[in-house]
């Protein structure tokens, strides 16, 4: 059978053209490709052409002889592993071991036996295919060790004796000359906290338990790499343990590259601190550990007062550096004030999280009663509030904190992060700021009360429950409509007429209010143009807009499109605001205001006097109406303070050129106070309550009733 070694490329160097020819003969019938030269020079020529794969050499040549021929070759490039097989005399000994000397393969002696040379020259040709294949094989293994930044070793316990691969040893940053060879080599260099593990872990090995383990090592220049082992012990034929055998993998960068994963999935890169997701899991297990103990634990949840506004007064850089500086303050209280931040796996200080915005939570471990945790929630606050300075600015920040309790409250972390939230917003709800306040029964009520009024209203909105009523604005001297107000009823299925006071707050808090607002602008729109239809000539209709809408970048466009639909000239149309939401971003009022006045849309001042009530910006914003409110009517005939107060307002709009409207004028007595100061708009009981469209539209017919005297 042939084999591939059949059509190997051979060079003979021989001097004896018989020799030669008889040679090649031979070798060309078993199928090789014979190259032939006739001198030792000759032969060093033809190599570099002809590359052959195996080379014969006559020892005795004139010129240089076989064994300078063969040591020149052996220098040649591919020629290390070259086969040599060297011809010498019979019995010639001398000559065999100076030919292995200079590096022959081989040796074949004259005369030579034709079938043998044969024979020969493909044991040869074998061999050195089989040596090549390994050193490519350990070639590959010791690239795909480098590669893996893997290296192996064997250590034999007897004779403490250790012997590794090349990469093994340039994972420690060494090489043979610095190692070592003893097991100590290795211990020496491992981090010393994992030195134990690995002792533990060869000890095993060495009674034949083989083992996988992770531990650190300590480079020369003082890098810490992080490393796997794996071992196994080798037996020998009586079944002790001859030697154990390991491979050694540098997983720094995987363990690093899953640190960073597991960071970007639990923490919140702002801050550093833990994110929801983690404080949850975290929650979690320590609510399982209190249960186990019956132990209690608690839920801390912090809301920033006014953060919005540093927001929109600092902007986004500052209101971050604020969000990383509070982050730092409550570590800090965590660590230094609790004696937490144990718990991490990576020693990080799981029990305090950023859960999105400015909102923060703590947990808190072993029974703490609610007056111990009032106080260190009144503690966490006064730490908070020390002053901080910004972007050039002192600030100072305050919260409100809402605590829950397990298991009083909730039996698991999702329920008790559920009402902890909702004490922190009902004490936002509260006022002022800085307020802590505990989870209570009424609240889970009535924030399940509020959940299922925002269901409803979602429904309501989407089944068209919504109503427009219209309230008269009247000329108390004149006894006529100048004007009415757009105020939004809900007609509950169940529960009739419900207030805008109880669902408009809700509506904002949850996202509705903008698709509530937009409907309102557009009936509103619709409903005037029907009533100019009808010939009734309608007086302007107000419409309220809430802070959200006001600032909702599709505002005008909506106005602008509803107005030319129905064409409306932009005088019809009064727009309502309050003070606190003109108020919120001067900067950003200015620039809607400006959007308003340029297509000469009408802008009021609604319940004015019970927020800044600042003459500065009823100049500043170029406001048309103000409406005084109802507060200070209400007690216009008893407190001359009151009294004061609207005659101080009706002077300041006069100077101003502002319009001026009494809200909530519910008896003539009243009426006629308000004309006495000078104010003959108004709107209130005594005339109109809101009606329905169609009632109003009775009223703009028949015109108001004369008051009884
Ligand atoms: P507002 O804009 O100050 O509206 C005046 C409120 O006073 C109305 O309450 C009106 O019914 C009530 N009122 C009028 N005259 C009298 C009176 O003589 N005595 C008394 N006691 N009250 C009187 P309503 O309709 O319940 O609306 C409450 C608030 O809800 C409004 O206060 C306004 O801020 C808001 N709102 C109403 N409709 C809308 C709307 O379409 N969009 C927005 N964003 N808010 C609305
Ligand atoms: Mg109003
Ligand atoms: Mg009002």
Redesign the pocket.
């Known amino acids: 059978m042939r084999d591939m070694l059949d059509d190997a490329r051979l060079l003979i160097i021989d001097d004896d053209a018989l020799t030669r020819l008889l040679a090649a003969e031979a070798l060309r019938e078993s199928g090789f490709t014979v190259f032939e030269a006739d001198c030792g020079e000759e032969g060093l020529r033809m190599y570099c052409n002809v590359e052959p794969d195996l080379v014969l050499l006559d020892v005795m040549m004139p010129g240089i002889d076989g064994f300078e021929v063969c040591r020149r070759l052996r220098e040649e490039p591919r020629g290390e592993r070259l086969p040599i097989i060297m011809l010498t005399g019979l019995e010639d000994t001398s000559s065999i071991e100076r030919a292995y000397d200079e590096g022959a393969t081989d040796f074949i002696s004259k005369p030579i036996n034709w079938t043998l040379l044969r024979h020969r020259v493909r044991y040869v040709l074998r061999s050195a295919n089989l040596l090549d294949e390994l050193v490519r094989s350990e070639d590959v293994l010791a690239n795909a060790q480098r590669i893996g930044r893997m290296g192996s070793w064997e250590w034999r316990p007897d004779g403490d004796l250790l012997q590794c691969s090349d990469t093994y040893l340039r994972l420690f940053g060494e090489d043979v000359t610095t190692f070592g060879d003893g097991h100590d080599a290795v211990v020496s260099r491992v981090y010393p906290a994992d030195r134990g593990l690995l002792r533990e872990a060869l000890g095993g090995a060495r009674h034949g338990r083989a083992y996988q383990l992770e531990y650190r090592i300590v480079r020369p220049d003082g890098a810490v790499r992080t490393m796997q082992e794996i071992a196994v012990p080798v037996f020998d034929s009586a079944g002790a343990v001859s030697s154990v055998q390991g491979t050694l993998q540098d997983i720094t960068d995987r363990i690093e590259a899953e640190r960073r994963i597991r960071y970007l999935a639990y923490f919140d890169s702002l801050t550093g601190l833990p994110n929801r997701q983690s404080f949850r899991e975290t929650l979690d297990a320590m609510v399982l550990r209190a249960g186990r103990r019956s132990d209690t634990c608690a839920v801390m949840f912090l809301d920033m007062d006014r953060f919005g506004r540093i927001n929109e007064s600092l902007g986004q850089d500052c209101a971050d550096q604020v969000l990383q500086l509070l982050a730092a303050r409550l570590r800090d209280f965590s660590r230094f004030e609790l004696g937490t931040g144990l718990g991490g796996e990576s020693g990080d200080d799981v029990s305090v999280a950023r859960l999105g915005g400015d909102e923060f939570a703590l947990m808190l471990e072993g029974n703490i009663d609610e007056n111990a945790l009032i106080d260190i929630a009144s503690r966490l606050l006064t730490q908070l509030q020390r002053p901080v300075r910004v972007g050039g600015h002192d600030l100072t920040l305050s919260a409100c904190v809402g605590i829950s309790i397990f298991p009083v409250h909730a039996g698991d972390a999702d329920s008790l992060m559920k009402c902890a939230e909702t004490a922190v917003s009902q004490s936002k709800r509260e006022g002022s700021g800085g307020v802590v306040q505990l989870f209570t029964e009424q609240m889970k009520i009535a924030s399940f009360a509020k959940l299922s009024l925002e269901n409803a209203l979602r429904r309501g909105l989407e089944r068209g429950e919504l109503r427009m ?1 219209y ?1 008269a604005k009247v000329d108390a001297v004149q006894n006529c409509i100048v004007g009415a ?4 009823r809900w007609a509950h299925p169940e529960r009739g007429l419900v ?3 109880e669902f ?1 707050p809700l509506a904002e808090e949850v996202g509705l ?1 903008i698709s509530l ?1 937009e409907w ?1 602008v557009r009936e509103v729109c619709r409903q005037y143009a029907e009533w100019r239809a009808d010939g009734l000539n309608p007086p302007p209709v107000s ?4 802070a959200g ?1 006001f600032r909702h970048v599709g505002l005008l466009e909506l106005i602008d499109e509803a107005l030319a639909r129905h064409r409306i000239e932009p005088q019809q149309i009064e727009f ?1 605001l ?1 003070e606190s939401s003109l108020m919120r971003d001067a900067e950003l009022t200015d620039r809607i205001l400006n959007g308003f006045r340029e297509r000469g849309l009408r802008i009021a001042v ?2 004015f006097g019970t927020g800044y009530s600042s003459l500065a910006y009823l100049k500043r914003f170029a406001l048309n109406v103000v ?1 005084i409110d ?1 507060s200070f009517v209400n007690d216009i005939e008893d407190d001359p303070s009151d009294a004061a107060i609207v005659a101080a307002i009706v002077a300041m709009t006069r100077t101003l050129g502002i319009e001026v409207v009494a ?4 008896t003539r007595s009243q009426a006629q106070h308000l004309v006495a100061l000078g104010c003959n708009v108004m ?4 005339y109109s ?2 009606a329905s469209a169609a009632d109003f539209e009775a009223l703009l017919r028949d015109g108001l009733p004369r008051l009884a005297a």
């Not at 107000?485 to 939004?488: G, M, Q």
């Not at 809200?663 to 519910?666: A, F, K, N, R, T």
């Not at 709107?683 to 005594?686: A, D, I, T």
């Open positions: 009523h309230q107000e757009a105020l939004v207030s805008p006071a408009i209010i607002s309102v419409i309220n807009l809430s809408h309502e309050t609604d319940d409406k109802r809200e909530g004028v519910e709107q209130g009981y005594l309550r809101p």
